[in-house]
């Protein structure tokens, strides 16, 4: 069966510090990967997609990057954290092609910027 | 994608039935209807989908209106566990399948 973690489950952070957030999936090849973030209150906002290895897609202009070095791997980044990047950060799988119709959430990373 | 207008909260009785509309008037002949929902400091929660027919499954029923207008989500016994925040989305199937959540309605299930 399938699985998706994601680590750190919390992170509190400065202003002006990098960051890194990973994402992995076990039991599929090929996923579609995506990143989310939901501020405090607020909806779930699309930041990435990701359809295949080092191929990167960025919803929103941001402060954030994303990459995916191996098929089952999507990592978020910053080299500066902002107040602003204070959120819930999800990152969720879906199989390749049309041939899925769920996508499946991991558990978040809840991140403080101070 | 086409736009979707749910009620912004509801509140339901633990053991009845929870109905739960979404309009899609501009849904185009390719556009599923999906519902998710999302628990408190949970990731969303695949519930169920629908082109045309209505559907049912484990968790939930969905009806669809014949001109697809509109659609409603029916939790048959609502649980406390069932207190979340429920999103209607409207998308045809794509090989990106990226979905855009909404504000959705927040259900309140009372004992």
């Known amino acids: 069966s399938q699985t998706i973690h994601q680590w750190p489950a919390t992170l509190v952070q400065p202003v002006g510090s990098p960051l890194s957030l990973e994402c992995t999936v076990e039991?599929?090849?090929?996923?579609?990967l995506y990143w989310y973030r939901q501020a405090a209150g607020r909806g779930l906002q699309l930041l990435f997609y990701?359809?295949?290895?080092?191929?990167i897609s960025s919803e929103v202009p941001q402060n954030l990057s994303a990459s995916r070095p191996q098929d089952r791997q999507f990592i978020l980044s910053s080299k500066k954290l902002l107040l602003s990047d204070s959120g819930f950060y999800l990152c969720?799988?879906?199989?390749?092609?049309?041939?899925?119709?769920?996508?499946?959430f991991g558990p978040g990373t809840r991140l403080t910027v101070l | 994608d086409a736009k979707t207008t749910q009620p912004t909260s509801m509140d339901c009785a633990e053991g009845r039935a929870a109905n739960l509309p979404c309009n899609h008037s501009?849904?185009?002949?390719?556009?599923?209807v999906y519902w998710y929902r999302q628990i408190h400091s949970q990731g969303p929660q695949y519930i169920i989908h629908g082109l045309k027919n209505n559907e049912t499954n484990e968790m939930a029923s969905l009806i669809i209106t014949e001109d697809r207008k509109s659609s409603t989500l029916i939790l048959p016994h609502a649980t406390l566990r069932d207190t979340a925040v429920y999103y209607c989305i409207v998308r045809a199937l794509s090989n990106d399948y990226k979905l855009s959540f909404g504000a959705g309605t927040t259900v309140t299930v009372r004992a």
């Open positions: 969720a799988w879906r199989g390749p092609g049309t041939s899925g119709n769920e996508q499946f």
């Open positions: 501009t849904i185009s002949g390719n556009e599923y």
């Open positions: 990701s359809v295949g290895i080092g191929q």
């Open positions: 039991g599929t090849s090929n996923p579609n």
